[in-house]
C-alpha cells in the first residue's frame, strides 16, 4: 500500500474509533428535536380477542424471515473494536432472528487487509446482513467492484448511505454531490442484489423518494431526526470549524415519523430508523408503512454495558412493547397492525402538509 492511501486508511479508522467511543460515552442524540413518533396514537381496543400467543410478529424482508420486523443497523468496521462488535451483535440477530448490518465498508475497499472486521457470515449463518457504502464511494466504483463487497461478506443486500449532513459537518468530508441518482440508477440495473438506499439522521422527504423510485430504487431506510446525529457526533470530534457549523444545524432534518408518513403510498419498502428505542415506536413505525424498523445505538450501548446477553435483554424488551401494542389494538399480525387507524398531532400534520405543498409548487 502506497504511503498516502495507508494515511487514508488510517485516518477512517481513527474516526470509525472515535465514532464509536463518542455513541458509547457522549450525549450523540438529538437534543431538541424529536421523532415525532409522540405524535402518532393508535385507537385502544378494550375487546381484542387476543391472546399473547395468538400473535405472529413475523416479518418476510429481502428475501429473508426475521422473527421479529426488526434491523441492528449499520455501525462500524476498520478497526478491531469494530471486528468484536461487529461480530457479536451479527450473533445477537442470529440468535433473536433479526437483520443485521454492517458499517461502511469504505475502509475495506480501500484496505483489503481490514475484511477481516466485517466478516460475520459465520457467526450469522442465517440471518439478514447488509452491506454498506456511501454514495460517492459507490459513484467512483464500477459495479463490479461494489458486487465483489457485498459477496466478499456473503452480505444479501446492498446498503448506500446518504449523509450530506454529516459530510458538511465533518472536517475531512465530502463536499461534492452530484451524480447520485446516476449512481443509484446504474447499481439498480446492474447489480444481482438488492439496493438499500439509507439516511443517517435526516430522514427522506417524498420528493427525495419519488426520485428514488424513478431509478429503480425499492428499498429505502429513511433514518430520520431524533435518534443519533451524525451531525452532533462530528461536531464533538471535530475542529472549530466543525463544532460552529454542527451548532447551527444540531437540529436539522425530518423526524422519523414524519418521514415514515411522507413515504406512505410511495410504492416502497420502507425500514423505519432514526430514533425507535422500544416496541410501540416499532408498532407505530409498522402501522406508519414500515416494513421493519431498526436501530444500532440502544442495542450498542446495551452491549457494551451487558454483552451480548444485554443486547438479546434489549431486544426482547422491544419485541414484548412491539406484541403488546399489537395485542392493544386488536392486531393478530403486522398485516392487521399496518392497517390500524392513526391519530396524528398538530406537529406531524405539519410537516404533511409542508410536503404537500411543496409537491404542487407552493
Known amino acids: 500500500m502506497s504511503p498516502d492511501k495507508s494515511q487514508r486508511t488510517a ?4 474516526r470509525k474509533a472515535a465514532h464509536l467511543d463518542l455513541c458509547e460515552h457522549e450525549a450523540v442524540e438529538s437534543q431538541d428535536k424529536t421523532t415525532l413518533f409522540e405524535d402518532v396514537d393508535f385507537v385502544h381496543t378494550a375487546l381484542p380477542e387476543l391472546a399473547l400467543d395468538d400473535l405472529d410478529c413475523a416479518a418476510a424482508f429481502l428475501g429473508k424471515r426475521l422473527r421479529a420486523p426488526f434491523l441492528i443497523t449499520g455501525m462500524t468496521g476498520g478497526t478491531d473494536d469494530a471486528f468484536a ?3 457479536d451483535l451479527a450473533a445477537v440477530a442470529e440468535r433473536c ?3 443485521f448490518g454492517l458499517g461502511s465498508q469504505r475502509v475495506m475497499q480501500r ?3 481490514t475484511a477481516y472486521t466485517f466478516a460475520v457470515r459465520d457467526v450469522a449463518p442465517t440471518a439478514l446482513v447488509l452491506s454498506n457504502i ?5 459513484g467512483s466504483l464500477s459495479s463490479s467492484a461494489l458486487r465483489s463487497l457485498v459477496i466478499d461478506v456473503g452480505a444479501d443486500a ?8 454529516q459530510e458538511l459537518i465533518q472536517a475531512e468530508g465530502d463536499r461534492n454531490f452530484r451524480g447520485g441518482c446516476a449512481t443509484l440508477e446504474r447499481l439498480c440495473a446492474e447489480l444481482p442484489m438488492p439496493v438499500v438506499v439509507k439516511e443517517t439522521g435526516c430522514g427522506i422527504s417524498r420528493a427525495v423518494a419519488d426520485a428514488l423510485r424513478r431509478v429503480g430504487v425499492r428499498h429505502v431506510d429513511v433514518s430520520g431526526a431524533g435518534g443519533t446525529s451524525w451531525v452532533r457526533v462530528e461536531s464533538l470530534r471535530g475542529n472549530e470549524r466543525s463544532r460552529q457549523l454542527g451548532e447551527v444545524f444540531s437540529n436539522w432534518g425530518i423526524p422519523t415519523a414524519a418521514s415514515l408518513a411522507m413515504l406512505r403510498g410511495a410504492g416502497l419498502e420502507v425500514i423505519a430508523s432514526g430514533g425507535i428505542r422500544n416496541g410501540l415506536e416499532v408498532a407505530k413505525a409498522i402501522a406508519l408503512g414500515a416494513c421493519v424498523a431498526g436501530a ?13 446477553d444485554g443486547a438479546v435483554q434489549f431486544v426482547d424488551q422491544l419485541i414484548d412493547g412491539l406484541k403488546a401494542a399489537m395485542l392493544l389494538t386488536g392486531s393478530r399480525s403486522l398485516a392487521n397492525l399496518s392497517r390500524q387507524p392513526l391519530i396524528f398531532g398538530e406537529r406531524i400534520n405539519a410537516w404533511l402538509a409542508a410536503d404537500v405543498s411543496k409537491e404542487k409548487g407552493g
Open 11 to 14: 485516518g477512517i479508522q481513527a
Open 85 to 87: 462488535v461487529n461480530r
Open 97 to 99: 432472528g433479526l437483520g
Open 111 to 113: 484496505d483489503p487487509c
Open 134 to 138: 456511501g454514495i460517492a464511494q459507490a
Open 158 to 165: 446492498l446498503c448506500v448511505h446518504l449523509n450530506p449532513a
Open 296 to 308: 444500532a445505538l440502544p442495542v450498542y450501548r446495551a452491549y457494551r454495558s451487558g454483552g451480548i
